[in-house]
Every structure is written in C-alpha cells, then in structure tokens.
C-alpha cells in the first residue's frame, strides 16, 4: 500500500483527495452501468437462443396433439414463428428499446404485465430473507468471534456446515410440515398482495432461505471479525475507551463488514434461483413460478422476458454490493 | 519500591502469561526489570518476539483483550500498580495519562473512521480548553501536517505511511501524557520519514517533558536519540543502562547486537549475526535463556531453574550475565 502513495509531505496529491475519489466513484457508476446493460444484452441473448434449440415446440403444444397441420402454419405465422431466427431476433431486440417486452404465446399478457405483476412477490421474499439472514447472521458471528471459549466456535462450525449441506427443498418442505400443518402458524399456501398482509405468507420460505444464507453470511463475516480483532486498531479503540455501541460498530462490525456485504449481494443471484423451488412448494405467485410455466409450455416471449430481468437484477444488486462494501469501508477497492 | 522513588515508571519483576484451563501456563515475559524517569527517553531493544509489546500492553491495561495476564511483579505508574488494575480502574485510566502509537504505522488509525472522527475520540478525556475542533487542528499542528482542514476529512488509506504515524502520535498526545510509548514508529516508513518521526518524538519530548519509551530493532537509531536503553531476550531484561554505558556492554547478547549491526560495521569486514534463534515461547530452557546461542557460555550458565536476575543496583548499568568478567574487552 504504501508504495502507491505518495509518502512526502509537502506533494499537493493529496490536496485533491476527495476529489480524486468522487471522480472514481463517477467512474465506476459509469462503468458499472455500461456492464449490466451489456450483461443484460448477453443473457437475453443466451435466453433467446436457449429455450429455441431446446425441444419443444410451443404451437404444438398451444394447440394439442390433435391440431390440423394448417392450424399450425398459421398460429406460426401469427407468432412470426415463420421466419428466420435472425430476423425474429432483430424484431424482439427492436421491440425491446420500445419497452415492448412482447405478449405471452398463451395467455394474453404482456410480458411486462407478468414481471410486474409477480415479480414483486419474489422481491418480498429476498428482500424479507436478507433482513432475516442479517438480523440472524450478524449477532451470530459476533458471539462466536468474541466468546473466548474454543467450544463454541466448534460448534458453530458444525452446525453451520450442517444447515449448509441441507438442501433448500428439503428445509422447506419440513418447515412447511412443521409451521404450517402441526403448529398452524404459517398457511399451507396462497397468497395476498400488500405489506405487511402478505408477510405472512412469506415469512416461512424466507426463514428457509436463512437455512443457508445465514452459515454462509456469519461464516464469512466471522472469519473477518477474526482478522479484525487482530488488527491493531482494534487496541486503539480500547485504550482511546470509545463507547460500547461504538466499539462494537466502528472497530469490529464496519471494519468487518464489506466481503460480507459483497457476498450477500451475490447471493441475492443464487436466491433468486432458489425462490423457483420455493414457490413452487409453497404456491406463491411469484415470478419463479411463471418461469417454470413459461419454460414447459415453451412460451417463448415469457421466458426470455423474466431471464433477462433476473440478469439485471444480479448485475444490478452485485454493483450496489460493491458500492456499499466501499462505502462503509474505505479500503475496498472499486474496480 | 515505594512512593519515596521519584521516577515515572516502574516495572518489577514482570511475568506475564495466558493461562490455559488444560494446559500450562503459556508464559511470555518473564524478569522484565527497568525504571523510567520523568521526561526520559528510554529504548527498548530485543528480537522479534522478546515480549517487548507485551511488556508495554501492560501499561496500556490491553493484556486481557489478548487473554494474557500479569502473573507476577508490578507495573508501577506514579505509585499505582497497573499491573493489577481492575477493568474498572482500566476504564478510568486507559488514554489519560499514557499515550500509545501502535506498532505498525500503517494499519494503526482506524480505516473505517476519518481522522477527524479518530482525533475527536482521542480527545473524549482530554481537558484542555477549546472545542474539539479547535483541539484537533492544534494537535495536527503539533505533529507538523500541513492543510489540517483538508486531513481532517480523510480517511486512512487517503494518507502516506508517515503521516499516518504522525495522526497516530497526535491521537496519543491528545490527553497531554506523560509517558508516550511509541511500539516501533518507524518501521515500514521510508529513511527520510524515518529521520522526520524520530524529530518529531525529540521535539515532543523537548517541548512537554514527555517521557517516552521507544521500542525499536534499530539500535544506531536508539543509541541516536535515547537517554537509556533496555535490552529484552526472551522474554526477560537481560540489560539495562545509560546509552554511554551499553557501549561497553556486560550482556553477551548486547555484545551480540551490537556485532550485528550495519552502521558501525567496518568497511569491507563481515557482518556478524547471532547465533541460532531466541527460544520459542513455551520452550524456555532452564537457567539463562541465551546460554545456547552464548560464545561466551559456561558449566553454569544453565544450571539454575531461573533465569539469572538483574545484577547491581537499580538504576545503575545492570546485566543479567553470570559471568560478567569473561566479557571485558568485547564489544
Ligand atoms: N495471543 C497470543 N497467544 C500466544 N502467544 C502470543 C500471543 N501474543 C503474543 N504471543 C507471543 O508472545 C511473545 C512476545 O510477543 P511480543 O509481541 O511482545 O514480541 P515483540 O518483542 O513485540 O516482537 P516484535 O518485535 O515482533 O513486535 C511472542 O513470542 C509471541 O509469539
Ligand atoms: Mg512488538
């Protein structure tokens, strides 16, 4: 580090210091931005090629094995089905920049209709799941990092390795046997829009998604506060007798914090992954739900639309990840 | 040792150690033994690993935080025995009355805080007049940066390696201390903010009649600035002296140093490095602890069950060798 920074006194480098930081920062902001839209290019790109040389042909299945050949030609050719993969391409990518994400093959939505419509059931559930995972993760990790005995940092790792090797379907379907059909505290299944009505029924999938967000979340978050309670500065909040609160925030949490933060925000890519499952087990309407029924009826437009949103939606969350792992520590680097 | 001394600083027959439930006591300092006086500048030399942090946590009261504690002796601060203040006593006396510079430069100030926020905490205790703004800027001042206001905003990682040693120093001179322990302040620095920290330590001294204890691997640099010097091996004070005095040294491990060092080395002739290595913590040998890497070594030197005591008066150029006359003539 120090070798990067100019060590004499009297140099006017460090005059524009913020200055040279904001400037970065706009810098990165730009640049970021520029990346998640050409990652979104290339995901609609994979989404669009993909679910076309899978198997399956959406007219036929739209119209049951008993529709005439000529029902067929013409559905395709309503669809623009017809014409050469290229040239449907160049109209879909058009029709994007218009806001027109397209129709569904089978229902009479827009696409865009769909998205908002169900996506933000799954946000709900990620959103509810990380404030779940951080409330739970960090009181976790600090215990374990502070507490002198060796016992427990044992037993944190076993318990920790063995919630992680659960898979999520299966907490899910033992949370559902438990809270929902023994202890009655969480319905079986539905759904009701609106905060904080719709809690609920999210609360359960979003404890379940804690089942590995929280060992990963206060593992890593552990082993920084381990690194941190080293460092000597750490010793300078003893001796200058900062306050508790103080202590506990500005030498060890905010020191700690940014790889865990980073994490998280590349975890929100695997949970939104892993609310498909969970929907589908405890029958929310949310936008994982409609991907599996868009991908088996090869609806082509539904299917594209909500794989490219998920795309932006992890490029955007893993940017703002970066941003806040920055700005709650100055020693993070942003590329 | 009684109130009728009149030196800032005691330590006596220190032992500090981490006790374990099942196993031994992992013992670290063992016969720390020197006196600081008030406005004195004391060196505190030995290899890495010698304990000489240690020795120093415990007048800092941030031994427990390590799980290390004072086993024995006493660490007497102006007639109050630190070496046994209670977390509660700690709380009232930690950052009053002894400043601490952390030994590494650059990971010392707080990265997440800026150096505004860090000299507002330094200053909580502080009873000098003014506001803490104005406090701040005048500490800055002290410690020769320049564009206060500017610093001021910064974050660590902002600043150069020095000028974060020179933050650190203003956060330790904060609450006025008469004692400053500076924990290696020039390591990691390059030579000429290595000359400009040691300046700014003579001048601190010079200006508030602050004591300060230096620790350092660099004995050209201690033997520049220091009025005495300790030297620490293994745990314990193997000598003790004026500056003056060291040069003819009755410690072969002093004798050993001094043969290792660059500056003083005459031209063309090669450089001397001391036998072996110092014994690991936990693997102490019985009697004196430099016996096996000792050219000077004796039947006797290993004999004892402990390490040899300090020997002369208090204050006086004292060694903890056996055979003190065997080194006349060795530098
Ligand atoms: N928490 C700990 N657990 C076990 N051993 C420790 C612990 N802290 C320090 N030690 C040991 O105590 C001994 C003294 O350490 P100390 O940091 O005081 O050495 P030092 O003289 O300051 O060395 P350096 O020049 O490298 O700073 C070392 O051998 C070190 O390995
Ligand atoms: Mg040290």
Redesign the pocket.
């Given at each position: 580090m120090a070798g990067v920074i100019p060590t004499s006194l009297s140099s006017g480098k460090e005059e524009d210091g913020a200055n040279r930081n904001r400037a970065a920062l706009r810098r990165v902001f730009y640049g970021r931005s520029l990346r998640s839209l050409s990652v979104g290019f290339w995901v609609m790109v994979i989404a669009f090629l993909m679910i076309r040389l899978s198997p399956g042909d959406p007219v036929r299945i739209a119209l049951g094995s008993e529709a005439t050949e000529a029902s067929v030609a013409e559905m395709r050719h309503k669809l623009g089905l017809d014409q050469s993969i290229f040239y449907q391409f160049y109209r879909y990518f058009i029709n994007i920049f218009k806001g027109d994400l397209g129709y569904s093959y089978f229902s009479n939505r827009s696409v865009t209709s769909v998205v908002t419509t169900h996506l933000p059931v799954t946000l709900m559930i990620i959103a509810l799941s990380i404030f779940l995972g951080i409330l739970l993760a960090i009181p976790i990790a600090l215990f374990v990092a502070l507490s002198k005995n060796q016992v427990t940092t044992y037993l944190f790792r076993a318990f920790t390795s063995i919630s992680l090797a659960l898979p999520g379907f299966f907490l899910a379907v033992v949370g559902l046997y438990f809270f929902g059909i023994k202890l009655r505290w969480a319905p079986a299944a539905g759904y009701e829009p609106g905060f904080p009505g719709n809690l609920q029924f999210i609360w359960l999938p979003a404890l379940v998604n804690c089942g590995s967000l929280v060992p990963v979340l206060s593992r890593v978050l552990h082993s920084s506060l381990m690194d941190t309670l080293d460092e000597e500065f750490v010793e300078t909040g003893v001796i200058r007798g900062v306050s508790k609160i103080r202590f506990y925030w500005s030498y060890l949490l905010r020191p700690s914090l940014a790889p865990t933060v980073v994490l998280l925000s590349y975890m929100i890519g695997v949970m939104i992954g892993g609310t498909v499952i969970m929907e589908t087990i405890f029958s929310l309407p949310g936008i994982g739900r409609e991907l599996i029924t868009a991908v088996d009826s090869r609806d082509y437009p539904v299917v594209q639309g909500i794989v490219m949103i998920f795309g932006l939606i992890v490029v955007f969350f893993s940017f703002i990840g970066d941003l806040l792992g920055y700005l709650l520590d100055r020693r993070v680097t942003l590329s | 040792m009684t109130s009728s001394s009149h030196k800032l600083l005691h330590v006596v027959d220190l032992k500090i150690g981490?006790p374990h439930p099942r196993r031994e006591t992992?013992i670290?300092v063992d016969n720390a033994n020197f006196d600081i006086g008030y406005g004195e500048m004391l060196g505190m030399v030995?290899e890495?690993?010698?304990?000489?942090?240690?020795v120093c946590r415990s007048m800092i009261g941030t031994l427990e935080r390590?799980?290390?504690t004072v086993l024995e002796g006493q660490v007497l601060f102006e007639d109050q025995d630190l070496a046994h203040a209670s977390e509660s006593h700690w709380k009232k006396l930690r950052g009053k009355a002894i400043g601490y510079v952390p030994?590494s430069a650059l990971a010392g100030p707080n990265p997440v805080l800026t150096i505004q926020a860090q000299l507002a905490e330094a200053l909580q205790k502080s009873e000098a007049k003014g506001s803490i703004a104005e406090q701040s800027k005048r500490l800055l001042d002290l410690v020769k940066i320049r564009r206060v206001d500017t610093v001021l905003k910064q974050y660590p990682n902002q600043l150069s390696g020095g000028m974060r040693q020179r933050v650190m120093i203003a956060c330790a001179l904060a609450s006025e201390p008469k004692l400053l322990i500076a924990d290696?302040p020039t390591t990691g620095l390059d030579v000429t903010v290595q000359s400009q920290i040691m300046e700014l330590l003579k001048d601190i001294r010079r200006e508030f009649g602050t004591a300060i204890i230096l620790i350092s691997?660099d004995l050209a640099l201690i033997d520049d600035v220091c009025d005495r010097v300790v030297v620490?091996h293994a745990g314990a004070t193997v000598e003790v002296g004026s500056v003056a005095q060291l040069a003819v040294p009755r410690h072969p491990y002093t004798i050993a140093l001094n043969q290792s060092r660059i500056d003083i080395a005459e031209p063309g002739s090669e450089l001397v490095t001391i036998l072996g290595s110092a014994p690991?913590?936990g693997e102490w040998p019985l009697g004196c602890r430099f016996a096996a890497r000792c050219i000077f070594r004796q039947n006797d030197c290993s004999l004892g069950a402990n390490h040899p005591p300090l020997f002369g008066e208090r204050g006086s150029h004292q060694s903890a060798c056996l055979h003190t006359e065997l080194l006349k003539g060795a530098k």
């Open positions: - | 981490i992992l670290m030995g890495s690993g010698s304990g000489k942090t240690m390590r799980g290390a030994q290696e691997h620490m690991s913590v």
